[in-house]
């Protein structure tokens, strides 16, 4: 079964971890919440959120998996029969990440190979509007975008073959390659963009402090945003990737370092991408103000225009910066498959490799009908409301389900017991205390800001999901083994 899955080494582990971690948030999106949210002042409200908030969360995770080196909807039977739904409620909301995460990818396939001629031409923001990603215009529904689609394919072909296999053979070796691959690639862009003409103007402009903005309380929960979508907070990664860990693992060790791991890529990240953006502005004359921007709207329309006007180099740099984001992104969605991956195996008695082709026949499916004209529409969409009504409210649960149904002083002793550091009342009244309240806030000023704003379109897309994860979390409750 699944479950006798184990990593054939901690290594293994702590580079998948940290693959799952470092995803497509830390290259695009951090640098943006850094500037626009106070600048230097901001990293005070990021470290705090990292200390109550991003570790203590990924220790409850890593004791709960290694404490029952069970799936995640096994877990929460075995706690209670009834949350079992819950369990699959998280799974699932995970899994339609998975699904719109390989969508994003093939965007970056894309433009990887268009790297190589720059075929993207000189309109950056029309060729992905009419190439890949489409625009807002619902009558564009109708036809699809064959380079995404394609991509699509191929991406999928390859997260079957990598998770299909045992998780040592697959996930822990390919996160082996591509991890120090990953870093290296970066450390090689940014240490290049550092010698930029014009990159103090941009390093200035991210780290200019505004103190003030330290008493918006919007800056604070852009933090604790920050670090639950970094790290991969509650999306049962953490937890199914701790239960193939072998005996005497140093948990809360493993923690601190896929944390500071985490941190320092997207630290060094955002020095890099703000060093190029201020050699755009000293070179062309353009307000900084006018080029900053986050997700596809930086990588993939303003990127390549600044890699248009780079001359030679710029034909090294575009290919490293979109090898990189593709690696980052497939050790992201190998961790976003494996929880349902993981809880389907073990629920319905089915091989590894029978569940993972059947489950990434059926995400192929559904990542191919957000490959039409209103690609990236459809994407952003999804995402909000995935993240901010779905994973932030399960988290909230979660902390609710094992600090006071479980009870989490259980996990202190395997917590412990290995590691060089140690968690004990401090840890445990954070978990059971201040995570749930802070979390709940987080979610009620989410689903507040995501409904106010909604048009009727997307109000009509977060209605379909609802409904359809809660009938298949039925379902799946429901289910009983099957024989091969």
């Not at 080494?9 to 943006?32: D, E, K, Q």
Request: with cysteine; glycine share 8%.
């Amino acid at each position: 079964m699944t479950q006798q899955a184990q990593w054939d080494s901690s290594l293994a582990f702590i580079f998948a971890m940290i693959g799952a971690a470092v995803g497509l948030g830390n290259i695009w999106r951090f640098s943006y919440v850094l500037y626009s949210n106070g600048g230097g002042s901001f990293f005070i409200p990021y470290f705090t959120a990292i200390a109550i908030m991003g570790i203590p969360f990924l220790i409850l995770e890593y004791g709960v998996g290694f404490s029952f080196k069970e799936s995640f909807s096994k877990i929460l039977k075995d706690i209670k029969p009834e949350f079992e739904i819950i369990a699959w409620i998280l799974v699932l909301f995970v899994f339609i990440i998975t699904i719109y995460y390989m969508v994003i990818l093939s965007w970056d396939l894309v433009y990887l190979l268009s790297s190589f001629t720059f075929h993207w031409g000189t309109d950056t923001a029309a060729y992905f509007v009419n190439t890949v990603g489409g625009s807002s215009n619902l009558s564009n529904a109708s036809f699809l975008l064959i380079p995404t689609t394609v991509g699509v394919l191929i991406l999928w072909v390859i997260l079957w073959f990598i998770s299909h296999k045992n998780v040592d053979k697959g996930i822990g070796k390919v996160s082996k390659i591509l991890i120090p691959s990953l870093f290296v690639i970066m450390a090689i862009i940014i240490i290049y963009s550092l010698t930029l003409p014009g990159a103090s103007i941009g390093i200035s402009t991210l780290l200019t402090p505004d103190w003030s903005m330290l008493f918006n309380i919007d800056i604070w929960l852009a933090a604790f945003a920050q670090i639950i979508f970094s790290l991969s907070m509650g999306q049962a990664i953490a937890l199914t990737y701790a239960s193939y860990l072998p005996e005497n693992s140093k948990l809360i060790d493993n923690v601190l370092i896929v944390v500071c791991s985490n941190s320092l890529f997207e630290i060094c990240t955002a020095f890099g991408v703000f060093s190029i953006l201020g050699f755009m502005s000293f070179t062309n004359g353009t307000p900084m103000v006018q080029l900053i921007t986050e997700g596809t709207g930086l990588v993939f329309i303003v990127f390549p225009m600044i890699f248009n006007i780079m001359g030679p180099i710029g034909r090294v740099l575009a290919p490293l910066l979109f090898l990189a984001i593709l690696f980052a992104g497939i050790t992201s969605a190998l961790g976003f498959f494996e929880p349902m991956l993981s809880s389907t195996a073990d629920k319905l008695g089915w091989s590894r490799k029978k569940t993972a082709t059947i489950l990434s026949v059926i995400g192929c499916v559904f990542s191919l009908i957000l490959t039409t004209g209103i690609s990236s529409y459809l994407v952003g969409i999804i995402d909000s409301f995935v993240n901010q009504f779905g994973i932030l409210l399960l988290i909230g649960i979660q902390c609710i389900i094992f600090a006071w149904f479980y009870g989490v002083e259980h996990f202190l002793p395997a917590l412990n017991e290995h590691s060089t550091f140690k968690v004990g009342k401090t840890w445990t009244f954070v978990i059971k205390y201040l995570l749930p309240v802070v979390l709940i806030i987080m979610w009620v000023v989410g689903i507040v800001q995501l409904f106010t704003t909604a048009k009727s379109f997307e109000i009509m897309i977060d209605l379909v999901i609802i409904i359809a994860v809660l009938v298949s979390a039925f379902v799946l409750t429901k289910l009983k083994p099957s024989s091969e």
